[in-house]
């Protein structure tokens, strides 16, 4: 059974797949967030680690949509401590899937602080940009 928003656009497109599936589908009653209670749970979570995120980079607002894909990319690429075996959401989706187990871990060797600050090498011949004896200019890099 699947639980979703009364969305009507969505449910619709949902209700036609899961009837040729033979999946259950439970529409919450709209405005009743209590009813959906583990979707907007997670909502929450993910918009609170977004809203810290781009408070401690100090970047403008126009970049919560790089910072709500980093932390949702770190949630699901870490283990979850609130869960008895304590694997990443990535892990127990390839697991569900039938993958082989060693492609099941999750590669979080690539992910690195958001937003911190890096140095763009600056060409001589670049006019515009180029100060007279600095060979780099400091720049915020967000993910």
């Not at 797949?17 to 033979?22: I, P, S, T, Y």
């Not at 401690?56 to 910072?67: D, G, I, K, N, R």
């Not at 979850?80 to 990535?90: E, G, H, L, S, T």
């Not at 090498?121 to 600095?134: A, F, Q, V």
């Amino acid at each position: 059974m699947i639980v979703v928003d009364s969305d009507s656009h969505i449910l619709s497109w949902i209700k036609e797949f899961c009837k040729a599936e033979g999946i259950a589908i439970d529409a919450s009653p709209p405005y009743a967030h209590e009813a959906n209670g583990g979707a907007e749970g997670s909502g929450k979570t993910a918009m609170l680690r977004e809203r810290c995120m781009m408070i401690e980079a100090s970047l403008p607002e126009y970049f919560w949509p790089f910072a709500l894909d980093y932390s949702l990319t770190v949630l699901n690429l870490t283990p979850q401590i609130n869960r008895v075996d304590q694997k990443a959401p990535f892990t127990l989706l390839a697991e569900a899937m039938g993958r082989n187990p060693s492609e099941c871990k999750s590669y979080i060797y690539h992910l690195r602080r958001w937003a911190c600050v890096c140095w763009i090498h600056i060409h001589p011949l670049d006019h515009k940009n180029y100060e007279h004896g600095r060979k780099a200019r400091e720049r915020a890099e967000p993910g």
